[in-house]
Each structure stands twice: as structure tokens, then as C-alpha cells.
């Protein structure tokens, strides 16, 4: 069973609803890092700024990763025929999570799940099976929208159903989890992702709800199915008065699994 | 509790099973050659680790599924009887299904109107693809795909240790499987890390790695259902570590200490000292800097550095499959008390002031395999003999 952990502090960079947010970027990294490392580095900051309570590891949750430096890479073995090693070393999965350990001094584990609309779920499991000693641990979840994605994602949602809504969104969405139950804050878990297996992807997060967090657990579908969505849904309820026990569901249409993030106020 | 290695599976350039590869090893076969699967369109053809021919039952799949599912068909042999058994998978990749996503991307560059396919031809992009398609294939409970470059391989089985420990799963299927790609292969290129006469693990002349490809695959219970299984335990998982260098996006830290701190921990997990590890299966790319790296980050911690090894010139550098493909093959060897031999190793570096060990005969009962990757991330695993 998976245990609760507790969100001591949250933070999030959505650039559609705050376009200028590069401005707080430092000078040094809005020189030489791409974009998405920058929104990685802006929401890490700003949640740690929230406590004084230091990570001990770091946990990344994303669908695509750094995409754009992806297809950068692809642009010049396939155009001008030469790759730039920035674009290839920031192309990996784990290059946000290992520059957010070089910026923040953070030496514990250090782990990428790319799970799709189910990131930020698996890495909230993910963070779970560390170690006492590695708490609090920084959890973040990022995707970007690339010109690219915009173009393909209308065919692809032919071919598996919800794939993008037309408008979804990027954002960098960072949680800093502690392991105590006796700390102040509120409670966070996270099951799946299970294979949906044909059924309905609501019906499948309703039974996953129903099997591991009760009935009395109100679940939130996303309407909107971008990979960071659950993110800030998690976000927004842990700043409002809304319900005291929810369940965020998540459903990747290319893996077909489903999952949910469990949030509890205290 | 303890968590066994209950099946095994393997898929590599010199043969397509764990028998077979570990056949290579032993006999410190060198498995590279300059590519031929596709056109890197670089002056010279890189050597590279490839696997010639997909087994038929698995042609149909894109190729870092089909490595992956030939490997997982042999593991889960182990198991016949899955029923009312939780199974979770966990799947280590870097690049997924990027080699046939970047052929489909090319395409497009020339053709805007073929963006009608990225349905049929976009849709493998995402890693969680593979771990879905496993865990349908298998029969799994849920799954899990990371992905922290060429460490990737042991954190999946320290995470499966992890699940197993806590409940979620009765039994975990740790699979790592990564293909050769343009992106990696240009990639690695861009940086200068390829050895243009191979890699050479540990030898003064070494000068960067050979990538390759391939799958591995354990499948990993406990005390209560390994009597599900149809052989005897092949190993005990008795500790992982992992850590971040905090110092380079991609060279190591010079006294290894990101390394030592995995290390430490997944010796100190597994409840012994660091005298009683009898072998090192070392990441041991071939590049100047790792290997030094990780030798100085072992004698820190070994009084007496134990005997150690690379498979990187008989295997390829397979990236995020390397660490869980040597680990199966580093538990053949601690079941059969061999130590293998470093293919491309011929002169000790007196800066790194050890050599590998020579193949030999030798009862072991503990193994320390080392993977270390991009962005300074480290893993270590310990494997302990099943008695």
C-alpha cells in the first residue's frame, strides 16, 4: 500500500498565465540554458524559497522531456548535418533533474519517470520508495509546447482518442514532499499507472479511486488531457478551500494506463 | 525481507539470449563492428555493438520492443503459472522508440503532407509506449518507466526491490532496452566520445565508447511466491544506491564522489562490508575520464580493490538497457563462480593503477555492479548469492 507523504511547500510556472516569467530567470542561466531547464530551474526555486527545509533528492516527472532540444538535434543531423552537443546532453530525459542537483547542491538519488499524462502520479511513487534519509525530496513535473507537437497532435488524437486537447498547456509544476505524518501540510499518494484495458479511462481511474482510496474520495477527471494538467490541478486544489479528500485522475492514451494522485487537507 | 533474481533474460549483439551473451563475455568476445543498420552520415561508419537479426517472432515491433519483448519472453519463463500473482513492470529506456520516430521525422521534414501518418508513425515517441505494451503483453498489475540515461538499468532493479518491500507488487519485471538511434549515435558523435578503433575499458589507449544495443530483463519476487517459479532463486538483490554528482552535466566527478555515494549505499543496504564483494562489474566505458573516475571512487572504498570487469566492448554501451543487461549477465557469473575478462583491455593506465582481472574460476558470493550516466547521476547494485 502506498503511504501518504506530505506536501511541505508548491510552487508553479504556467507560461500562459504568466508570460513573463523568464524575467526572474538569473541572467547566467537565461544565457546558456534552454528553455526548459529555465522553467525546471524557476519552479524548483520557487518552491524551495517556501521553506528552509532543504531536498535531499529529486524526483522529475515528464511525458516528453526536453523536446524541442530533441528535435534540435534532428535538425541538424537531417538539415545542416552537424548537432550541437548542448542540444544533445539537454535532449536526455533526466538533463532537468540533473541540472536541478548541480544548481541546488542536491547528491541523493536523482530519477526521471516519463509517464505521460501519468508523471506526475509515478513520480510521486517513485518518491515513496526512497529512503527516510533522502527527504524531503523535490518533486517537479514539466513539460513544454512545441510548434511541432501543436502540428501533430490533431492526427495522433485520431488514433488515440485524447492524446492533446487543442489547447493544453506547458508548465513546470514543483512539490517539495516530506515523509513525516506529524509534519504540518497536506497529504498527498499516488496509484498506477494500471492498464486501462479497453474500459472507459474514467471508469478505469474510478475503480483505481474506488479500490485504493475509498468511495468517500471525490475524484476529479481532467477535462483538458495535457501531461502536466494533473500537476496543476494538484497545485490549484492545494491552494484553495475546496473538498477535503479528492482524487486527481490521469490517463495516457498512448500507454492506455490510467492512475491518480490522492489529496487529503489537513 | 529479500528480494530474489527469479528469471533472467538477455538479447545483445553477440547473442540472443543470457546463455549466449554470457558465452561472449567469457570468452571476451569483441562484438563490434562499423554500422550497417542505418547511415549515421558521418565520414566513417562508427563501431558499434548491433544486433544483425531481430528474432522472427518479434519482427513486426519497433525495434527497442522487440529487443525488449525477446528478452522479457525469456525471463518470464520462469513463471508459467502467473495467475492471482500482481506483476509490476518497470522499464529503463533512453531514447524508446526514437529510431523509428526520427526516420518518420526526417521524412516529414522533406513532406509536410505526411503528417497525416503521425498517428501510426509518432505514436511509439513516448516511453511510457513500451511499458504499457509490456505490461499488456505480460499480463502486468501496473508499470513504470524510467529514465535517467545510462544508469537507468539499476535504478529499475532497486526500485522493483522497492516495490517488492513495500507490498505493491508480488512480483516486479525489471526490463531495460535501448536501440541504436541517429540521435544517440550523432549524439555521441557530437561530443567526440566515440573511439574510433572501439572502446578499450581501462587501457591506456582508450579514447570513448562503442555504443550498442540490446535488452535485459529480471524477474524479481520473494520468499512467498518464488515456489511459483520453476527453478531455484539465481541471486538475492541485496542492495541499491543512487546519487547525483552535482558537477557536470556529462563528465564524471574526478574523485568519483557521486559514484562513492551510491556504492556506499548499495554496500551498506545489502548489510556487509566492502571487503566481502568479491567482483566488480564496472560501468567501464572506455572513456578517459569515467574509467579513472570510477576506479579512484572504488579504491576509495575497497582497502583492497577486488577483481573487476567491463562488457562494454562485447556488449556495446546499450545506454539504458547496459545496466540491467549486465547485471543478468554479472548474476550468470556469480552463479557459475566466474570472473570474465575485459575485452579491449591490453595495457594498464598507470593513471588509474589497476587492470582488470583475467578470466578465472572462483567461487563469489557478492557482486557490485556499477552504472553511472548523463547529468551526474549514479546507481549501484548489490547481488548476493542465493544459497
Known amino acids: 500500500m502506498q503511504q501518504f507523504l506530505s506536501v511541505i511547500s508548491s510552487s508553479a510556472i504556467i507560461p500562459r498565465r504568466e508570460p513573463e516569467w523568464e524575467k526572474e530567470v538569473p541572467a547566467s542561466l537565461k544565457r546558456r540554458d534552454p528553455r526548459i531547464w529555465q522553467m525546471a530551474y524557476l519552479a524548483a526555486s520557487r518552491t524551495l524559497g517556501k521553506t528552509d527545509l532543504k531536498p535531499?533528492?529529486?524526483?522529475?516527472?515528464?511525458?516528453?522531456?526536453?523536446?524541442?532540444?530533441?528535435?534540435?538535434?534532428?535538425?541538424?543531423?537531417?538539415?545542416?548535418?552537424?548537432?550541437?552537443?548542448?542540444?544533445?546532453?539537454?535532449?536526455?530525459?533526466?538533463?532537468?533533474?540533473?541540472?536541478?542537483?548541480?544548481?541546488?547542491?542536491?547528491?541523493?538519488?536523482?530519477?526521471?519517470?516519463?509517464?505521460?499524462?501519468?508523471?506526475?502520479?509515478?513520480?510521486?511513487?517513485?518518491?515513496?520508495?526512497?529512503?527516510?534519509?533522502?527527504?524531503?525530496?523535490?518533486?517537479?513535473?514539466?513539460?513544454?509546447?512545441?510548434?511541432?507537437?501543436?502540428?501533430?497532435?490533431?492526427?495522433?488524437?485520431?488514433?488515440?482518442?485524447?492524446?492533446?486537447?487543442?489547447?493544453?498547456?506547458?508548465?513546470?509544476?514543483?512539490?517539495?514532499?516530506?515523509?513525516?505524518?506529524?509534519?504540518?501540510g497536506n497529504l498527498i499518494r499516488a496509484f498506477g499507472p494500471v492498464p486501462a484495458a479497453g474500459k472507459d479511462p474514467e471508469e478505469a481511474c474510478r475503480k483505481l479511486v474506488r479500490d485504493n482510496a475509498g468511495d468517500s474520495c471525490e475524484m476529479m477527471s481532467e477535462s483538458d488531457s495535457s501531461y502536466v494538467k494533473p500537476a496543476i490541478s494538484v497545485f490549484e486544489w492545494l491552494n484553495s478551500s475546496d473538498q477535503k479528500h479528492v482524487a486527481v485522475c490521469s490517463y495516457s492514451p498512448v500507454s492506455d494506463g490510467a492512475a491518480f494522485v490522492e489529496l487529503i487537507k489537513k | 525481507m529479500s528480494v530474489f533474481v527469479a528469471g533472467m533474460g538477455a538479447v545483445s549483439s553477440p547473442g540472443n539470449s543470457v546463455q549466449d551473451s554470457f558465452s561472449a563475455i567469457v570468452q571476451g568476445r569483441d562484438g563490434i563492428k562499423p554500422l550497417s543498420i542505418f547511415d549515421s552520415r558521418l565520414k566513417v561508419p562508427p563501431l558499434c555493438a548491433e544486433i544483425a537479426e531481430i528474432p522472427e517472432k518479434y519482427s513486426d515491433l519497433y525495434r527497442s520492443l522487440a529487443l525488449a519483448m525477446a528478452a522479457v519472453d525469456e525471463a518470464m519463463h520462469a513463471i508459467p503459472d502467473r495467475e492471482n500473482i500482481r506483476i509490476g513492470i518497470l522499464v529503463a529506456t533512453t531514447v524508446a522508440g526514437i529510431s523509428q520516430t526520427e526516420r518518420f521525422y526526417e521524412a516529414l521534414r522533406k513532406d509536410s503532407s505526411i503528417i497525416d501518418r503521425s498517428a501510426t508513425e509518432f505514436a511509439v515517441h513516448e516511453p511510457t509506449v513500451l511499458a504499457g505494451e509490456i505490461c499488456r503483453r505480460t499480463g502486468g498489475s501496473g508499470f513504470h518507466t524510467v529514465s535517467t540515461a545510462c544508469s537507468t538499468g539499476l535504478h529499475i532493479i532497486g526500485m522493483a526491490k522497492r516495490f517488492l518491500e513495500q507490498g505493491t507488487y508480488d512480483a516486479c519485471l525489471a526490463v531495460g532496452t535501448d536501440a541504436l538511434s541517429i540521435l544517440t549515435v550523432r549524439g555521441f558523435a557530437s561530443l567526440m566520445l566515440l573511439d574510433p578503433n572501439g572502446c578499450r575499458p581501462f587501457d591506456k589507449r582508450r579514447a570513448g565508447i562503442s555504443l550498442g544495443e540490446g535488452a535485459g530483463a529480471m524477474l524479481l519476487t520473494t520468499e512467498k511466491f518464488i515456489s511459483r517459479c520453476i527453478s531455484k532463486p539465481l541471486a538475492i538483490v541485496s542492495g541499491w544506491g543512487a546519487s547525483a554528482d552535482c558537477f557536470h552535466m556529462t563528465a564524471p566527478h574526478p574523485e568519483g564522489l557521486g559514484a562513492?555515494?551510491?556504492?556506499?549505499?548499495?554496500?551498506?543496504?545489502?548489510?556487509?562490508?566492502?571487503?566481502?564483494?568479491?567482483?566488480?562489474?564496472?560501468?567501464?566505458?572506455?572513456?578517459?575520464?569515467?574509467?579513472?573516475?570510477?576506479?579512484?571512487?572504488?579504491?576509495?572504498?575497497?582497502?583492497?580493490?577486488?577483481?573487476?570487469?567491463?562488457?562494454?566492448?562485447?556488449?556495446?554501451?546499450?545506454?539504458?538497457?547496459?545496466?540491467?543487461?549486465?547485471?543478468?549477465?554479472?548474476?550468470?557469473?556469480?552463479?557459475?563462480?566466474?570472473?570474465?575478462?575485459?575485452?579491449?583491455?591490453?595495457?594498464?593506465?598507470?593513471?588509474?593503477?589497476a587492470s582488470p582481472s583475467e578470466v578465472m574460476n572462483r567461487p563469489?558470493?557478492?557482486v557490485l555492479k556499477n552504472s553511472f550516466g548523463f547529468g551526474g547521476n549514479n546507481a549501484a547494485v548489490v547481488f548476493t548469492k542465493a544459497e
Open chain 1, 56 to 184: 535531499n533528492s529529486i524526483v522529475i516527472g515528464t511525458g516528453l522531456g526536453a523536446l524541442d532540444e530533441t528535435k534540435n538535434v534532428l535538425d541538424g543531423v537531417y538539415g545542416e548535418g552537424f548537432s550541437s552537443p548542448r542540444n544533445f546532453i539537454a535532449s536526455v530525459h533526466n538533463s532537468m533533474a540533473g541540472k536541478l542537483a548541480m544548481e541546488f547542491r542536491i547528491t541523493g538519488p536523482n530519477l526521471t519517470m516519463c509517464e505521460g499524462q501519468n508523471s506526475l502520479a509515478s513520480a510521486i511513487i517513485a518518491a515513496g520508495l526512497l529512503s527516510d534519509k533522502y527527504f524531503p525530496v523535490l518533486v517537479l513535473v514539466i513539460d513544454e509546447r512545441i510548434e511541432l507537437l501543436d502540428r501533430i497532435h490533431p492526427f495522433m488524437s485520431e488514433k488515440c482518442g485524447r492524446y492533446l486537447s487543442a489547447d493544453w498547456e506547458e508548465a513546470s509544476v514543483g512539490f517539495l514532499l516530506g515523509k513525516s505524518l506529524h509534519q504540518e
Open chain 2, 260 to 353: 562513492q555515494l551510491a556504492v556506499k549505499d548499495a554496500i551498506d543496504e545489502a548489510g556487509i562490508a566492502p571487503e566481502q564483494i568479491d567482483l566488480i562489474a564496472a560501468h567501464g566505458t572506455g572513456t578517459p575520464d569515467n574509467d579513472k573516475a570510477e576506479i579512484k571512487a572504488m579504491k576509495s572504498i575497497f582497502s583492497s580493490l577486488p577483481p573487476f570487469c567491463s562488457m562494454k566492448r562485447t556488449l556495446g554501451h546499450t545506454l539504458a538497457a547496459s545496466g540491467i543487461l549486465e547485471s543478468v549477465l554479472a548474476v550468470k557469473a556469480l552463479q557459475e563462480g566466474i570472473i570474465p575478462p575485459t575485452a579491449g583491455f591490453e595495457i594498464e593506465d598507470e593513471e588509474i593503477g
Open chain 2, 364 to 366: 563469489l558470493k557478492h
